[in-house]
């Protein structure tokens, strides 16, 4: 079908899905946490409540649907990402610029972030609540400071631990996601739909 040494087939397929993966991995590692982190310092506030609205409507929306509604909402009603593919149409592969290739890339990297945020965020938002209670904020708030200084002094060091052991674990469920991703987008990683190589790929 592609008229390449198998390796090769897998080999390409196989670094465009890494990169979406790691991409992608990180930015909800990184956005899960920092998110937690302000929700769990301000519970109750109101920007607990849309931090925490958001995380479980994220947690319970199918990858799928995300991906469709983003390629409706971002590329094809605002114009402001490409609709698929790593590159654009009838530019061969080995002509296509980075920047072009960080255009195409981030919109699924965006979208598959998304859903491995929520968990993060949550369990981030509990073990600081946990420690927003606990004597040694307790005994912190005595000394006068406030909730910011408890949550950077205590709060980071408190949860940073299960929330990288949470983004390991996360990594299956991101896997899967990337797949139905991929043929969302028609990214060509190993969940895009197999078809023949050519120049609009």
């Given at each position: 079908m592609y008229n390449q040494p198998v390796s090769d087939v897998i080999g390409q397929r196989f670094q465009r899905s890494i990169v979406l993966l790691a991409g992608a991995w990180l930015v909800s590692a990184l956005l899960g946490f920092a998110l937690g982190v302000m929700a769990g310092a301000k519970e109750g506030s109101p920007l607990d409540n849309v931090i925490s609205t958001y995380a479980y409507l994220t947690a319970s929306t199918p990858a799928f649907w995300l991906a469709m509604l983003a390629v409706l909402l971002f590329s094809v009603t605002?114009?402001?990402?490409?609709?698929?593919?790593?590159?654009?149409?009838?530019?061969?592969?080995?002509?296509?610029?980075?920047?072009?290739?960080?255009?195409?890339?981030?919109?699924?990297?965006?979208?598959?972030?998304?859903?491995?945020?929520?968990?993060?965020?949550?369990?981030?938002?509990?073990?600081?609540?946990?420690?927003?209670?606990?004597?040694?904020?307790?005994?912190?708030?005595?000394?006068?400071?406030?909730?910011?200084?408890?949550?950077?002094?205590?709060?980071?060091?408190?949860?940073?631990?299960?929330?990288?052991?949470?983004?390991?674990?996360?990594?299956?469920?991101?896997?899967?996601?990337?797949?139905?991703?991929?043929?969302?987008?028609?990214?060509?990683?190993?969940g895009a739909s197999h078809r023949r190589r050519g120049p609009a790929q």
């Open positions: 605002l114009g402001w990402a490409p609709t698929c593919c790593a590159g654009p149409a009838g530019v061969l592969d080995q002509d296509v610029t980075l920047a072009t290739r960080l255009h195409h890339l981030v919109l699924p990297v965006a979208t598959l972030a998304l859903l491995g945020i929520a968990n993060i965020t949550l369990h981030t938002r509990t073990r600081m609540i946990e420690l927003m209670r606990s004597d040694v904020a307790t005994h912190a708030f005595a000394q006068g400071a406030s909730r910011f200084d408890v949550a950077w002094r205590h709060g980071l060091r408190h949860a940073s631990l299960p929330a990288v052991t949470l983004a390991f674990a996360s990594l299956g469920e991101l896997f899967g996601g990337s797949i139905l991703i991929e043929q969302v987008f028609a990214y060509p990683g190993f």
